[in-house]
């Protein structure tokens, strides 16, 4: 049997996903990734992972479904991920699916699309989450040069804008046995570098008595394994002590995704986050000292509700003052089911709009300013693409420990590490050569 994946959403969806496929690869059946536009796949299963995380995510999902539907009318198509459990009725109401599963029970996949193709009656499969964590297994990562690795599910934050702890459940942690089965034969596949992933990754090991850190040094211990990254992080839980942990390990990648959301504390309290600007900008500063020329990343919302110029000119200057490396920034979108959908002072598209090519702009010149600050350093660059079809020879894309973005002149094959210095810097992006 032909099985294909499409997945929306975060890097714990793309993880899930290569599990998923794992399952039904250990039966025999033909696992491959798929992308809008590929020609009919005929009567294949197609499995959408979806995501849930804005009211744009759900209207991009409809869309799709029925795009795939048109395009492959004899397909089986299996709707499962984030929108599925947070939304069960509105996703059993899809006349274009023919299985819908939540998040609780992905190992029952490939069960229930064989009891659909035995009488072809629509299943609905959506139970309520596990107090335990799920396990799941990786041994390869299709179409990736690093793996993501996922060690954590659940939140409890409740953020007022969030659907997300309706749609995982509470907080649930990997074994520390568990991740250093499956880092190992990630390392035998041939990865060099892993990203420690998790729905709120910070709060790892709560439920089993372990912490972030002690994840990080499981995952170091493997000799094949170079570089350890982490997804994004609760500002407030990069204590003094995790910090000083972290500092320890020489292999982690000098790169933290602190998740910022707004530089304004009044919209951060309306958020329901649990820091200031003041308490963000310390933990900035802690990094920078214990991990000097580190990359900040963040993500940055702008026109939430009650967010008039003043506020949004106090998270832009904020913004600028931190200097990150590289920002996602998005305009707010109603997430049905949340306290911030209902507030009063939505902000009107047009101003969501301005204020996005706003901080879109301010975030793009501290990006170009911390790439220009690499330049003339020597660094590792892990290999990604290489493009022929240029007149002098070709280049490779790859990225350094700090995930800065780097063109190689010359080819070189993915997942390879290459020494480089770094010649100069365009649009937040350095340019090297290759040296012994």
């Known amino acids: 049997m032909d099985v294909f994946f499409h997945t929306l959403g975060c890097k714990v969806n793309q993880y899930e996903t290569q599990a998923m496929m794992a399952l039904f690869d250990a039966r025999g059946d033909k696992t491959r990734l798929f992308e809008v536009g590929m020609p009919d796949i005929g009567d294949s299963v197609l499995v959408l992972n979806s995501c849930t995380v804005t009211g744009e995510s759900d209207r ?39 299985v819908v599963l939540g998040n609780a029970e992905r190992a029952v996949l490939p069960d229930r699309v064989d009891a659909f193709l035995r009488d072809r009656r629509r299943v609905t499969d959506v139970p309520a989450h596990s107090a335990v964590y799920e396990p799941l297994a990786i041994r390869q990562f299709e179409g990736r040069t690093r793996a993501f690795v996922k060690i954590e599910d659940g939140c409890n934050r409740f953020c007022s804008y969030c659907i997300i702890p ?59 394994i170079l570089r350890v990254r982490l997804g994004s992080l609760e500002p407030e839980d990069m204590t003094d002590e995790m910090i000083a942990r972290l500092k320890t390990q020489p292999k982690l990648c000098p790169q933290f995704h ?84 209902a507030a009063p002072d939505q902000v009107t598209q047009a101003d969501k709009a301005d204020r996005s090519r706003r901080m879109i702009r301010a975030c793009e010149q501290t990006r170009d300013a911390f790439a220009r600050g690499m330049v003339g350093q020597t660094v590792s660059v892990l290999t990604e693409t290489g493009h022929a079809d240029t007149p002098d020879g070709g280049y ?23 020494t480089a210095r770094l010649t100069r810097a365009e649009h937040g992006v350095c340019y090297g050569e290759a040296v012994e």
Do not use: W
């Open 166 to 224: 309706y749609a995982r459940g509470r907080v649930r942690s990997r074994s520390l046995d568990s991740l250093r089965e499956e880092l190992e034969l990630l390392a035998k596949a041939g990865f060099c570098e892993v990203v420690l992933v998790g729905i709120n990754l910070t709060a790892y090991g709560q439920d089993i008595g372990c912490t972030l850190a002690d994840a990080v040094d499981a995952a170091c211990a493997v000799p094949s």
């Open 258 to 341: 602190l998740s910022l959301q707004s530089g304004c504390e009044a919209t951060l309290r309306r958020m329901r986050r649990r820091y200031d600007p003041a308490l963000y900008r310390d933990i900035c500063g802690k990094l920078r000292a214990a991990f000097p020329g580190c990359a900040l990343t963040t993500d940055i919302m702008v026109g939430f509700p009650g967010e008039d110029e003043m506020e949004f000119s106090q998270s832009l200057a904020f913004a600028q003052e931190i200097g990150f490396a590289r920002a996602h920034v998005f305009a707010y979108s109603k997430r049905a089911g949340t306290p911030a959908a």
């Open 60 to 98: 991009k999902l409809r869309q799709l479904i029925r795009r795939c539907r048109r395009d492959n009318p004899n397909a089986v198509i299996v709707l499962t991920g984030c929108f599925s459990q947070a939304f069960p009725d509105r996703a059993a109401a899809l006349t274009d699916v023919d």
């Open 396 to 418: 490779t894309e790859g990225y350094t420990a700090n995930y800065l973005p780097v063109r190689l002149s010359g080819l070189y094959p993915p997942g390879q590490l290459v």
